[in-house]
Each structure stands twice: as structure tokens, then as C-alpha cells.
């Protein structure tokens, strides 16, 4: 195995008397500024979005030192703390790894640290079993073997198999393959005459993905008694690569764990949709309740769906739906019969959310929120103690800022969200227990989950924040020895290229710089901040090949091997993560770009309306054939069009405003912070209070998630559209116009108040 040598990733190695010095130095002083025009090497950093020329080189300096203090045997120091023992939420362990976290906050400088405590409707499993009576007899192991290279796989306390929120049940049924379990596959059994009401089925994890819990929704629709989901080979094993311990990818026994609470509804407590599950909360009764699945479900090794695979009967599968193992995968029938056993204890119990701070030492009042999970559902070497290790690196560093005088300008909130992997649950109900305070107070949340599994930076951003992110990675160093950013446009080049060869559409935006990516789904903590409380949200990864996501193989050894061998990415995650909330905390002018925001709101609305005949734009198309009883066009967006175009011209005349008032230096501090709250009030105005229709907890009409967890675009228009409801459209197209229409008067204000009128 290769081992990466260790790297400090200093992008601007500076003498730490120097830094001292800077520490103690007011903001801009003379005495800053002439010691930095002496450092040339910290010169080449003089223009950040948001800061003027003198503010820029002192957080340059700031910076600097941040990025200094991170280190690679520290972050893997923190890894083996977290990766130790499994820690699923509500255990024993991860309520302990809260303690640590306190206590190690408190030591390093965090301020109000403290532990919340939500009381929610928690998932464990109790016992599983599952036994194929016919044909032939076969007791599924439903464990993972141990791998003798790899000591932590052989712990007494790894579960076995089993999917969170599953209801307990017994069942005896025969078992159909049903390929991904999407709703178009059950239409491919029901072409081939195959029906699976009170049968079981089996189903693969991915190609192509969706959520589980959308894949347990589907089979429970069609009247399913079971959902098997196991990973085959060909997605996330062998027939990618060498697998685990030889190489990154499943070996036989891995088992994939999951939730499939039907978050896409409601995430947080399915028994309080909207509030927080503050001890004492009002609760809805269960059978209101819904984001709880009504469906037994169970994750398999492919070792343990192999064999029944290899009994069935029934028609051959399609071609698409041959999977990575050596045999025919046919659909089933009633050849294949198992017994099925699952008991869980799902019941309330308390989950913790770790909640510390450093406060701003010139508007406390502006938080910059950074959160990660700290739950696994085994070790989670990657998902998420790579992320958890990076923030409690990130907090060391910021807690050293602080004792040495650089003390952001505004409050840097960070948060150890649990519960995760079962519902997005702790960070769910900390955003609805603070959403007022939030929604007066949150200039950004950060997110990280996993931080690293390999060396591909994958950088999201609402498209106001996208410019600054981008900016961002350009003072970084990728262990490569590029700037991250360069790296960041590598991979997206060769994702590019990629795409387009398999035949997928080319929207990265390389060529135009557009790295990030600004069409943001759910599946992780942001999802609160951005959907229901209106904080403009960034997320932040490194990813790699990984075939033992959700396993009990992904843990210290796989990292140490595959993952981040040498932790250079860790470290680098740590000083991305803090560089980027420095900036937004430090900022003179907050670095939103509402122009780039109009640009991405108005390819939202080309790709919707791609396509679709009955959009139109002012006046409908005159050509209809002669004799054709064709309908007129019934949705005209023209009117959506003008304001995203209103909307665009006060945000580049804000641009440039907000340019010219930071490169002339002189910013009155009353002025700044009316603009600063005029801008972080434009992201709360693309919540409309009622939510999308069916979905009122998801209240973003530009951002929203489908089922699958996958991004969706304008999400009420996007459905109506899709569903051909045109009266709904038409209110959704409304409600989108006058969100446009209001921001750019947010936007004309700011910019009268910037001319002094
Ligand atoms: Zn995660």
C-alpha cells in the first residue's frame, strides 16, 4: 500500500513572530499595513470579495495563521477517537462522544458551550432474521465477516444488518427482483404479468440511485410486505476495483445500513413536523406521522442476496437490470420463498446536538453557522467522523485565533448535529427550535459530513455564495501542490469529460469558472437551515472511490489505506472549511453576488420549461398545423423572465456599488450593516410560508429535493409543471415573480442607500 507522505499545506509560510505582531495590531492599522507591504508573499492576497484593500491584507495575515495551525497527526489523532467504537445515533457511545466534544471545545476556547437535548422518535434494531424455505434452504448471515488485516472489524459491538425506521413484522412470501425499486421498474413487472403485493422485494441500492426510503415508499405503494436492498457488485464491489482490504471498494459481506424515514416529506422527529422536540413537546399521534414508513425493510450483503438471486425463476431481466454477479438475474415469481423476521425497538429517547461558539468581538448579532454529524452507523471512518475530525481541528484553530487576539468580527456558531442518518433529525430540530433567531441572525451555514474519501473536491454553494467559494479555494493548497482551486477545475474537467461520454448533459460550468455547484439537494444537515429557515447554504467534500459506505468497514483502517492515508485531506478540509467562514465572518460588505443568483434562477427556469410545449414565453407559437387539435400553450413565464432580468440589474448594479465602496476604503460601519442586513434578508425571501404544494415544511422556491433525495430546481413550478396542473403552475410561477419582484426592491434600496440617496 502507498503511503502519501505528510504535508503542513502552508500556503504562505510566514514566521510566527511576524504573526505576533499582526495578532495585537488593530484592524487596518498603518503599522499593519507597511509590515505586510514588507511581506511580499503576503501581498499577492490583497483583494478578497467583501474586504477593503487594508481589511484584506489583515485577514490575509489571519488567514495565514489559521491555515497554520491544523495538523495532519492531529486530525488523525481525532479520527481514532471518533472512529474507536461504533456510534449510532441514541447509543451509549455517541452520547459520550457528545461529552468529548464539550469538554474538548471548552478547552480549546469555544464559548457557551452546551448540549441540547431533543426528545425524538428514535429507531433500534432488536433482531433480524431472514431464511429462504424454498427451493432450497439458506440462513442469511446478515453480518459482516472480519477482515484479519483490519482489527476494528472483528468488535463484538458492530450491529448486524438492518434499516432505521423499519417496522417490526413476521412475514412468509415468495421474492421478485425489482432492479433499483423505482416506480418505473414495478412497471416493467407488471408488463412481464409479475405482481408483488404481499411478496417480498429485492432490490439494488443504486444504478441508478435513489434514496432507500423512496425505494421502501415505492414498495410499500404497490402493496409489498417487505423490502430487501443489497449492494451488487457491480455499483460498489468488485467489478470496480480491488475491494477492502486490498482496495477501496465492498468486499462479499459488506452490508450498506440506512434510514428509510420518508425525510423528503418532513425531516427532523416524524412526531414533530415543524417544531422542536424539546422535552415536553406536543407530539402528533403515530398514524399522523408522515415520514414513517409502514413497510419492513433490510439492507443485504451481496453474499446473502446471491442465493436467492440464483433460485429464481420467472422471466430473464432486461439487460439493464444484469447486475455484477456471474449468474442470470431473472424477475421472480413464486420459486423463491423466505421467511422474514424483524423486531425493532422504534420509540422515543433523547438525542444530543453539541452546540459552542466563538463570539464576535464586533457584531455578535451575525452568525456564521458551521455543523457536521456526528452519528455513524457503524465506525464511519468517512461518513462522518472524516468531517468530524475536521471540525474538531477547526475549532482547535479557531479557539487559538481567538486566545491570540484575531477574534472573528462576527459569531462563528458550530454545532455536532446527531441523528443524522436517521432523519437529518438533531440539526432539524435545533433550525426549527432557532429559526426565529436564524432567520434574524444566520449570514451562512457551512456544511460538512463526510470530509474526505479520497482527492476530488466537490464545493456546493447557493448561487449567491458560489463566487466567494470559488474565490475561496484559490488561497488554498491542494496536497498535489496546486491551489485547490486548480485542482477543484481538474476534476471537473475530467467529471466533465465523463459526463459526456456516458451521454449526460455538461452543465458544470468549467469554462466559465462556474465550479460550484449550485443545484443543491437534501440528504444532509443543510437541509434545515436552507428549506424551512432561508440561510444561504455552502457544503463541502472531498470524495474519492468507496465502496463501504454506511458498511462496518468504513472505519480507521479503510481511511488509513484508501481514503486520506497521510490525512493531507483532512487538514486541508479543515483550513477550507475555517478560511471560508472567516471570510463571511470578517467580511466588511458580505460577499452575496445576487447577479450570479439571476443567472443560475434563470437557467432554472430555461431547463424547466426544455422540453415542455405548453410554456411560453409573452406570446404563444403560431405554429399550429392546419387540422391539428393541438392545445394552446397555457403557462407563459415571460413575466417570471422579467423579473429575474430586474432582478439581475440591481444585483450587478449592487456589484458594482458594493466593489466601489470597498476599493475606496471608507465604509461608514451604520451603512455597512444596513447593507450586510439588507443582503442576508434576500435569501429569507425565497421562502414562501405555505411551502411547496404537498410539502409545507420545504418552503425554498428555488431549491427543493424529489424523493430520491436528488436536486430538483424551483420545486412547487418544477412538480406542477411535471404533473401538467397548470392552474398550480401558474400561482407557483406568481409566487416565484413576486419573490423576484421583492428582492429587487430589497436590492434597489441597498443601492439608493449606496448612491446616499
Ligand atoms: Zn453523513
Not at 664 to 679: I, R, T
Request: hydrophobic share 40%; glycine share 8%; net charge negative.
Amino acid at each position: 500500500m502507498k503511503r502519501l507522505p505528510l504535508n503542513g499545506s502552508e500556503v504562505y509560510p510566514v514566521n510566527p513572530c511576524a504573526l505576533c505582531v499582526y495578532a495585537f495590531a488593530l484592524r487596518a492599522s498603518v503599522a499593519l499595513v507597511s509590515l505586510l507591504l514588507a511581506a511580499p508573499h503576503l501581498r499577492a492576497q490583497n483583494s478578497i470579495l467583501g474586504f477593503t484593500p487594508s481589511t484584506a491584507e489583515h485577514e490575509a495575515a489571519v488567514e495565514t495563521k489559521f491555515k497554520s495551525i491544523p495538523l495532519p497527526a492531529e486530525e488523525r489523532r481525532q479520527h481514532r477517537i471518533f472512529t474507536a467504537e461504533p456510534h449510532v445515533a441514541g447509543s451509549k457511545r455517541n452520547n459520550e462522544l457528545a461529552e468529548y466534544i464539550r469538554a474538548e471545545w471548552k478547552k480549546q476556547g469555544l464559548e457557551d458551550v452546551v448540549i441540547r437535548e431533543y426528545d425524538v422518535y428514535g429507531t433500534n434494531p432488536k433482531s433480524a432474521s431472514l431464511e429462504m424455505i424454498a427451493p432450497v434452504q439458506y440462513c442469511a448471515t446478515l453480518r459482516e465477516a472480519p477482515l484479519a488485516a483490519d482489527p476494528d472489524s472483528k468488535n463484538p459491538n458492530i450491529s448486524g444488518s438492518w434499516s432505521g425506521m423499519s417496522i417490526s413484522g413476521e412475514t412468509t412470501a415468495a421474492v421478485v427482483y425489482a432492479h433499483s425499486g423505482n416506480p418505473e421498474d414495478y412497471d416493467v413487472l407488471r408488463k412481464n404479468g409479475i405482481s408483488v403485493k404481499g411478496k417480498i422485494v429485492l432490490v439494488r441500492y443504486s444504478n441508478p440511485y435513489s434514496y432507500r426510503g423512496f425505494k421502501a415508499l415505492t414498495a410499500q405503494r404497490e402493496g409489498a410486505a417487505a423490502i430487501l436492498i443489497y449492494s451488487d457488485p457491480a455499483e460498489d464491489g468488485y467489478k470496480k476495483g480491488k475491494v477492502d482490504p486490498d482496495g477501496p471498494w465492498g468486499p462479499e459481506y459488506h452490508i450498506q445500513r440506512g434510514a428509510i424515514t420518508y425525510d423528503f416529506m418532513v425531516p427532523g422527529d416524524p412526531l414533530t413536523p415543524g417544531w422542536a422536540s424539546v422535552p415536553g413537546a406536543k407530539r402528533i399521534p403515530l398514524d399522523q406521522a408522515t415520514s414513517l414508513p409502514k413497510i419492513m425493510a433490510l439492507p443485504l450483503s451481496w453474499h446473502d442476496a446471491k442465493p436467492l438471486l440464483e433460485n429464481m425463476d420467472g422471466p430473464v431481466a432486461p439487460p439493464a437490470w444484469q447486475g455484477g454477479l456471474p449468474i442470470h438475474y431473472h424477475l421472480g415469481g413464486d420459486r423463491v420463498r423466505v421467511h422474514l423476521k424483524i423486531e425493532m425497538d422504534n420509540s422515543t429517547q433523547p438525542y444530543y446536538v453539541v452546540e459552542g461558539r466563538i463570539r464576535g468581538a464586533e457584531l455578535p448579532d451575525e452568525w456564521i453557522v458551521l455543523g457536521n454529524h456526528r452519528d455513524a452507523w457503524a465506525f464511519g471512518g468517512v461518513d462522518p467522523s472524516s468531517g468530524t475530525a475536521s471540525m474538531m481541528e477547526m475549532t482547535r484553530a479557531l479557539g487559538q485565533l481567538a486566545k491570540e487576539g484575531m477574534r472573528p468580527r462576527r459569531t462563528i456558531v458550530v454545532c455536532s448535529w446527531d441523528g443524522e442518518e436517521v432523519g437529518l433529525t438533531g440539526s432539524t430540530e435545533w433550525g426549527e427550535q432557532f429559526a426565529d433567531e436564524l432567520r434574524q441572525k444566520a449570514v451562512a451555514y457551512i456544511n460538512v459530513d463526510s470530509a474526505t474519501s479520497g482527492r476530488d473536491f466537490h464545493g456546493q454553494a447557493v448561487a449567491s455564495l458560489a463566487p466567494m467559494l470559488v474565490e475561496t479555494t484559490r488561497s488554498l493548497q491542494d496536497p498535489s501542490g496546486k491551489s485547490l482551486y486548480e485542482a477543484w477545475k481538474a476534476t471537473a474537467a475530467r467529471e466533465s469529460e465523463q459526463g459526456k461520454q456516458s451521454g449526460q448533459v455538461n452543465d458544470s460550468g468549467v469554462a466559465r469558472d462556474n465550479l460550484a455547484d449550485t443545484r443543491i439537494g437534501s440528504g444532509s444537515d443543510h437541509t434545515v437551515f436552507l428549506n424551512f429557515v432561508g440561510v444561504p447554504v455552502i457544503g463541502l467534500q472531498f470524495d474519492g472511490p468507496y465502496g463501504v459506505y454506511h458498511s462496518a468497514y468504513d472505519d480507521f483502517y479503510w481511511m488509513n489505506h484508501f481514503g486520506d492515508p497521510g490525512y493531507r485531506y483532512h487538514t486541508l478540509m479543515t483550513q477550507l472549511w475555517g478560511v471560508t467562514a472567516l471570510r463571511l465572518a470578517n467580511a466588511d460588505l458580505l460577499p452575496f453576488d445576487f447577479a450570479t443568483y439571476a443567472e443560475n434562477i434563470r437557467q432554472f427556469v430555461n431547463d424547466l420549461a426544455k422540453n415542455e410545449e405548453r410554456i411560453m414565453w409573452g406570446q404563444p407559437p403560431s405554429a399550429v398545423r392546419p387540422g391539428e387539435a393541438r392545445q394552446l400553450p397555457t403557462l407563459d413565464l415571460k413575466p417570471v423572465l422579467d423579473a429575474i432580468a430586474a432582478f439581475e440589474t440591481q444585483g450587478k448594479r449592487l456589484n458594482d456599488s458594493l466593489r466601489q465602496a470597498l476599493a475606496s476604503g471608507k465604509l461608514d460601519p451604520e451603512q455597512a450593516k444596513a447593507l450586510n442586513h439588507g443582503m442576508m434578508q434576500v435569501e429569507r425571501n425565497w421562502l414562501n410560508p405555505d411551502g411547496i404544494p404537498g410539502r409545507p415544511w420545504f418552503k425554498h422556491i428555488l431549491y427543493g429535493a424529489r424523493f430520491t433525495y436528488a436536486h430538483l430546481e424551483l420545486p412547487g413550478l418544477t412538480e406542477a409543471v411535471e404533473k401538467q396542473d397548470w392552474p398550480v403552475a401558474e400561482q407557483q410561477a406568481e409566487i416565484l415573480r413576486q419573490a423576484l419582484a421583492n428582492n429587487t426592491k430589497l436590492l434597489n434600496e441597498l443601492n439608493a442607500r449606496l448612491d446616499g440617496k
